[in-house]
């Protein structure tokens, strides 16, 4: 179960690293999706790893221990240094990612900046839950 839920996170990150290069233009109905993923990048920028471990989308959780996200994510972020400008590249909204159940997605990707990268892309999968709230899904950083 744990290995199909790895799965799904990856497929997602690169369904959306696929999927977004498309979209330059924001979608309207994408805004919830948005401030739930600035909200979520915001808990990273400041190294509030578990925060943001705990405001994931469920099969989020259900694929990568709490432990396991904060190792992850600190290995990856702490030699970019400090975040300076994120600016929003593109959004699409979506119902159907490679590898994952039929669902409300929005994949967005930033243009991001940090002390020790110039220039990055996030890619930030939002998927919209059982109870109607926006939890980021997926993480992708190159």
Partial sequence: ???????????????????AASSRA???????????????LSLIDNQ??????????????????KEKWEAAV????TPLGQMKSRELASAKSTTTLPGAPDGEYVVFQ??????????AVETVTE??????????????IR
């Fill in 26 to 40: 924001q979608e309207p109905t994408t805004k919830p999706a948005q401030a739930s993923a600035v909200a979520w």
């Fill in 110 to 119: 930033f243009t991001t900046s940090f002390e020790q990268k110039a220039t």
């Fill in 127 to 140: 998927v919209m839950e059982n109870d109607g709230t926006w939890h980021v899904g997926g993480y992708f």
């Fill in 74 to 77: 600190q290995a990856v972020r």
């Fill in 1 to 19: 179960m744990k290995r199909r839920a790895v799965q799904l996170l990856i497929a997602i990150a690169i369904a959306a690293v696929c999927g």
């Fill in 48 to 65: 509030n790893y578990a925060a943001s471990w705990d405001a994931a989308a469920s099969a989020f959780r259900s694929a990568i221990t």
